[in-house]
């Protein structure tokens, strides 16, 4: 499958730095993002060195002649290089004073023939957004989805709950993290959108599907749901990124000619 892709982040409106990271491989079919946490610079230095060693320890593998040849295999791959980059983090949290305390969430979509395997921990997010319908593919790691989950509360509670931002799952916090990873079919006109909560605790699902359906480049996607977050408020760091299939040109040649003779 090719893709265009774009990305953007921004500080938004309240916060002094942007503890996001994202990065786009786009001759790897790969995007990563992350939002790190922690006191001083600690959320940028967890959520860096996410990306950083995800990309690296991946991007040899994703080549025409790479070793992913199936989707156990590039699974399989994707649960190493996280759990390496966990490591990563941790031990510099625990070694390190200045980034005591620090992890971050991570959200990535990895590229295969036709197939595209999502990973996260925490509550960054994947959508998919097929045929006008938008559907989110990832399931927070978070307190107040345990909540949703249980019923102890309701979704217009969780809107203006005081613990949305509260985690269950990230990287560089505990010893080992267990990536959510799932693999789905790739079909033509879809766009996936990855992204920080910067974004979904600004914009509700229907505010990103009336973004989507406004303007169709993925450059203009992004940059319109970043300004839509902070016009909404931009409480915290955004960031989006995007990948949408790209149309193969309709093979019509082929049709006309057998039609002439
Ligand atoms: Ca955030």
Request: with cysteine.
């Amino acid at each position: 499958m090719q893709f265009e892709f774009s990305a953007l982040t921004d500080v938004g409106r309240h916060r002094k730095n942007n503890e996001d990271a994202v990065l786009i491989e786009a001759d790897h079919g790969l995007v990563i993002l992350a939002d790190g946490m922690g006191g001083y610079n600690a959320g940028e230095v967890a959520s860096a060195l996410a990306v950083d060693v995800i990309a690296r320890e991946l991007k040899p593998g994703l080549t025409k002649s790479g070793e992913f040849v199936d989707v156990r295999s590039l699974r399989r791959a994707m649960e190493v290089c996280v759990s390496n980059a966990n490591r990563a983090i941790f031990e510099a949290a625990q070694t390190q004073e200045a980034c005591a305390g620090m992890g971050t969430t991570l959200v990535m979509a990895a590229s295969l023939g036709q197939s595209l395997l999502i990973g996260h921990a925490g509550d960054s997010r994947a959508y998919r957004w097929r045929e006008g319908v938008l559907m989110q593919l990832t399931r927070d790691h978070s307190l107040l989805q345990e909540q949703l989950d249980s019923g102890l509360i309701t979704a217009e509670q969780a809107a203006v709950s005081p613990h949305r931002n509260l985690v269950t799952r990230a990287l560089g916090v505990e010893e080992n993290v267990l990536l959510d990873i799932q693999a789905f079919n790739v079909l033509p006109g879809d766009t996936y959108l990855l992204c920080s909560d910067g974004l979904t605790d600004m914009l509700t699902d229907s505010q990103i599907a009336e973004v989507l359906t406004a303007v169709p480049q993925a450059d203009l996607r992004a940059t319109r749901l970043v300004e839509r977050a902070n016009a909404n408020g931009g409480h915290d760091n955004v960031t989006v990124a995007l990948m949408q299939v790209v149309e193969m040109p309709k093979k019509s040649g082929f049709v006309a000619k057998l039609r002439k003779y």
